[in-house]
């Protein structure tokens, strides 16, 4: 059974940069055909696909935030982080880690994160 634990701040102020890290357990993030994304949702908003960073190491962004996000990973670790620059409060969201299998979609989240952006 794959398990996604997501972990960061809960309230990150305005202009500095969000660090979630996300926990893989039961799969190694480097198996085959697998990606590992990183999904929010803003309050009374749907959800958004941020990028994910593919078995190979890969990264992928989605083009409107692709100027201030990075993932990245430590294999040894078994663990994926998101680093989001220069927030604002509009980047308060539930953040999201979550596996994709390639062409099967989104099979497995974590539970999610609340990050407030505030001062």
């Known amino acids: 059974q794959v398990q996604l634990q997501e972990s960061g701040p809960g309230l990150v102020k305005p202009l500095r940069t969000l660090s979630l890290t996300c926990f893989v357990s039961?799969?190694?993030?480097?198996?085959?055909?697998?990606?590992w994304s990183w999904i929010r949702q803003p309050p009374g908003k749907g959800l958004e696909w941020m990028g994910h960073?593919?078995?190979?190491?890969?990264?992928y962004y989605s083009p409107s935030l692709k100027s201030q996000t990075s993932i990245s990973r430590d294999t040894s670790k078994n663990q994926f982080t998101l680093q989001l620059g220069t927030v604002t409060p509009e980047d308060t969201a539930v953040y999201y880690c979550?596996?994709?299998?390639?062409?099967?979609?989104?099979?497995?989240w974590g539970k999610g994160t609340l990050v407030t952006v505030s001062s």
């Open positions: 960073i593919v078995y190979s190491g890969s990264t």
């Open positions: 979550a596996r994709r299998r390639l062409g099967y979609g989104i099979d497995y």
């Open positions: 039961g799969e190694s993030i480097t198996t085959n055909y697998h990606y």
